[in-house]
C-alpha cells in the first residue's frame, strides 16, 4: 500500500470523518434521518468487506490458502470466501508459491486480465524473493519484478492465520484510498486499467528480466552482480 | 472429418467407453477442437497443463505440459551436504512431507548402513500413517470437488487434516513442512502428551470416515461418474510402471510396505485392498480402504511403541563412501524412491528422485482416450498427483 506520510489527505476510517460538517448541521440531519458520508467511505467500506481472490494456486502456499477458507480458519469471516476460477471476476491475485521462469508470464497474463481495482498479495518466500530455492536456475527471484505487489506474506509456507492477517492489512489499504478528486491516490483511478509487458520465456531466462516500471534493482555494492541478484 | 477418422492414427483409444456407443456419422464434417487446460485452471491440480483434442466432447488426444513448477530440486541438493537436502524434500509432495523425510533418509542409511533405534522406527510408522490419512482425505476431497461436490466434501477433509496438522506441529515444530526425521534416527522425541492426543485423533477417524463413507460411496451421481471411467488394465499398469493405490486398484498385488517390509512394517499385520476393474471408482474406494488399515497399522504402533534413543550412531559429518544407492518406500501416491550416487565426498555426485506422481501420470492419455472432456477432470484427479513432485 502507499506511505500514509505521503498521503495529502486525511484517512477517512469513520463516518464522522469523512465529511466536513458542523457538529449542529450534523445533528439536525441525523435527526430527520440522514446520515451524511463521502462516497469514498461508502465505497472503501464495500469494496473492503467483499475482496474477491482468484483461485490461483502455484505451489505449497496453495494448501495453506485452501486451509484459510476451510472451516477453522473460515475467511468468510472477512469477505473473501468467494475464490473464483476466472481472473475477469476476481479482484486480488494471491501468489501463492514458487513462481517459476516458465510460470512467471502467466501469472502477468492473469493480472492483466483482472478488472481494476485490484490487488496483489505475494505469499510465501519463494513469490517474494525465490525463497530456499532462490539459487535455482528456473525460480523467479520474486513476482514484484513484474507487477506490483501491495503486501507480503513471510513464512515457508506461511500460516492461514497469517493469510487472514495479510487480508486484514490489505483490507485496511483498500479502506485509506481516496477515489475522486486531486488526492485520489487509488492507481486505479490515477493510472487507468494497469497492464504489465508480459515477459517471453526463451527456454533461459526471462525477457527483459524485470519490469524497470515496477522494480529497480537494489543500488549497486561492492561484489554485486549486473542484475542485482547476488 | 468423420468420426472415425478423427481418431488420432497411432493413438488408438485402449479404453472403449462401456455404455455409449460412437454413432457412425457419414459426410458430416467435423473440426477438431484443441483445448488448452491450464496451466491455470480450477482443475488441474496445480499448474499443471492439458492439451486436449476434442471432437465434439470426445477427448482424442491428450498431451500433458508440465515444468511449470520445476524448482531444480536436484540439481540444488547436489551443491549442498546431504542433509542439507532434507528439508528441500518436504517440499516435493508438499502433503507428504513425512513419508518423503523417511525415504530419503532411508537412502542415506542404506548407504552408510547405519541401525535406526526401535523406537524411531515406531514413531517413522506412525508419521507415515498418519501422513496417508492426510494425503488420502485430501485426495478424497479434491475428487470429489472435481466432480462438481463443490466445497462441501472438501471443507469436511480439511477439518480432519487440521486435526492431524496439529500432532506434526506438536511434534516437529511445523504444519506441513515437517523436517523431522534424520539419518539414523528423528530430530527429536515425541513430546509429552503427543501420544494420548494421537491416540484420541486416530480412534474419532473411523467415525469420520464412517460419514464420509456414507454420504459419497453409494452416492448415484459418483457411481455413474466415476465407474467405468478411465480403465487402468493391469497389464498396462505393470508396464508403465505405475505403483502406489492406482496399480493395487487394478487388481495388482503390489505394496512396498509387503515387499520391502522396510522399517518395521514386517511386524503388523494389515491387508492390502485391492480393485477389480480398474477405474476410477476403485482408485476411489482403494483409497477410503487404505485409510481404514492405515488405521489399524497406526494402532498397533502406538500400542507397541517402545521405550528408547531416537537417534543411531549417526556421524557428525555425513560423508558416504563411494557407491550409489536406490532408497524407496511406499508413500501415500506410490513408490516414492530416491537414488544417490556418491564419489566420497560430503555433497550427493548425483541425486536423483523417482516420483510416483510423474510416473502415475504417464497413462493419463490411455486413460482419457474415448471420454468426454469432463471425464478427463476426473481421472487426473483419480490419478493423484501433486505437481510439487512431478516437476520437482
Known amino acids: ?230 | 472429418m468423420t468420426m472415425e477418422s478423427s481418431v488420432v492414427a497411432g493413438s488408438e483409444p485402449t479404453v472403449e467407453p462401456r455404455g455409449f456407443e460412437l454413432i457412425e456419422r457419414e459426410g458430416l464434417e467435423t473440426n477438431l477442437l484443441e483445448v488448452s487446460m491450464g496451466p491455470h485452471h480450477p482443475s488441474t491440480h496445480g499448474v499443471f497443463r492439458m492439451d486436449v483434442k476434442l471432437d465434439g466432447e470426445t477427448v482424442t488426444e491428450l498431451r500433458p505440459v508440465f515444468g511449470y513448477l520445476h524448482r531444480n530440486h536436484e540439481k540444488l541438493a547436489e551443491d549442498m551436504g546431504y542433509l542439507g537436502s532434507m528439508p528441500f524434500t518436504d517440499r516435493l509432495d508438499y502433503f507428504c512431507s513425512m513419508t518423503n523425510n523417511w525415504a530419503y533418509a532411508l537412502a542415506g542409511e542404506k548407504m552408510i548402513d547405519l541401525e535406526v533405534p526401535e523406537r524411531a522406527e515406531y514413531v517413522r510408522v506412525i508419521m507415515a500413517e498418519l501422513t496417508r490419512l492426510v494425503n488420502h482425505i485430501m485426495l478424497v476431497g479434491f475428487f470429489v470437488n472435481d466432480l462438481g461436490a463443490l466445497g462441501t466434501p472438501l471443507l469436511y477433509a480439511l477439518r480432519e487434516r487440521e486435526k492431524i496438522l496439529d500432532l506434526f506441529e506438536w511434534a516437529s515444530g511445523a504444519r506441513m513442512m515437517c523436517n523431522y526425521m534424520r539419518f539414523g534416527g528423528l530430530r527429536n522425541d515425541l513430546p509429552e502428551g503427543w501420544l494420548t492426543k494421537c491416540r484420541e485423533v486416530v480412534d474419532a477417524f473411523p467415525y469420520f470416515l464412517d460419514e464420509y463413507e456414507k454420504l459419497l460411496v453409494e452416492n448415484e451421481i459418483i457411481l455413474v461418474r466415476t465407474q467405468n471411467v478411465g480403465v487402468l488394465k493391469p497389464e498396462l499398469a505393470i508396464n508403465a510402471g505405475i505403483t502406489g493405490p492406482m496399480l493395487r486398484a487394478s487388481g495388482v498385488n503390489y505394496d512396498l510396505r509387503k515387499v520391502d517390509a522396510y522399517g518395521v512394517y514386517d511386524r503388523f499385520p494389515f491387508r492390502v485392498p485391492m480393485g477389480e476393474v480398474g477405474d476410477c471408482y476403485d482408485r476411489f474406494m482403494v483409497r477410503i480402504l487404505e485409510m481404514r488399515e492405515s488405521i489399524k497399522i497406526l494402532r498397533q504402533a502406538m500400542d507397541e511403541l517402545p521405550e528408547g534413543p531416537i537417534m543411531g550412531e549417526a556421524p557428525r559429518v555425513f560423508k558416504p563412501p563411494a557407491g550409489e544407492i536406490y532408497g524407496r518406500i511406499e508413500g501415500p501416491k506410490g513408490e516414492l524412491g530416491f537414488y544417490l550416487v556418491s564419489d566420497g565426498t560430503a555433497k550427493p555426485y548425483r541425486y536423483r528422485v523417482r516420483p510416483p506422481s510423474l510416473v502415475n501420470l504417464t497413462v493419463l492419455e490411455d486413460l482419457c482416450l474415448g471420454h468426454k472432456v469432463a471425464d478427463a477432470v476426473v481421472i487426473l484427479g483419480s490419478v493423484d498427483i501433486v505437481l510439487g513432485e512431478v516437476d520437482r
Open chain 1, 1 to 230: 500500500m502507499e506511505d500514509p506520510s505521503k498521503s495529502t489527505t486525511s484517512e477517512a476510517h469513520t463516518l464522522s470523518d469523512s465529511v466536513d460538517l458542523d457538529d449542529a448541521t450534523r445533528s439536525e440531519m441525523e435527526k430527520a434521518g440522514v446520515i451524511v458520508s463521502s462516497v469514498d467511505w461508502l465505497y472503501n467500506w464495500a469494496r473492503s468487506g467483499s475482496v474477491w481472490p482468484l483461485q490461483f494456486g502455484l505451489a505449497c502456499c496453495a494448501i495453506e490458502m485452501i486451509c484459510s477458507a476451510g472451516s477453522r480458519y473460515d475467511i468468510a469471516r472477512f469477505g473473501s470466501e468467494v475464490f473464483r476460477p476466472s481472473p475477469r471476476q476476481a479482484d486480488l491475485l494471491i501468489v501463492s508459491g514458487t513462481v517459476t521462469k516458465k510460470m512467471a508470464p502467466q501469472v502477468v497474463r492473469i493480472f492483466n486480465q483482472m478488472p481494476e481495482p485490484k490487488y496483489v498479495i505475494a505469499m510465501g518466500a519463494c513469490a517474494i524473493s525465490g525463497g530456499p530455492f532462490k539459487q535455482g536456475y528456473n525460480v523467479l527471484k520474486g513476482i514484484d519484478r513484474y507487477i506490483p505487489v501491495d503486501v507480503y506474506i513471510p513464512g515457508c509456507p506461511p500460516r492461514p492465520e497469517a493469510v487472514l492477517h495479510s487480508l486484514m492489512t490489505l483490507q485496511k489499504g483498500i479502506r485509506r484510498q481516496r477515489t475522486l478528486g486531486k488526492g485520489s491516490n487509488n492507481p486505479a483511478y490515477v493510472e487507468g486499467n494497469r497492464e504489465y509487458p508480459v515477459p517471453s520465456f526463451s527456454g533461459k531466462d526471462l525477457d527483459p528480466p524485470y519490469n524497470p516500471e515496477v522494480w529497480q534493482p537494489p543500488e549497486k555494492r561492492p561484489n554485486m552482480p549486473e542484475d542485482g541478484c547476488p
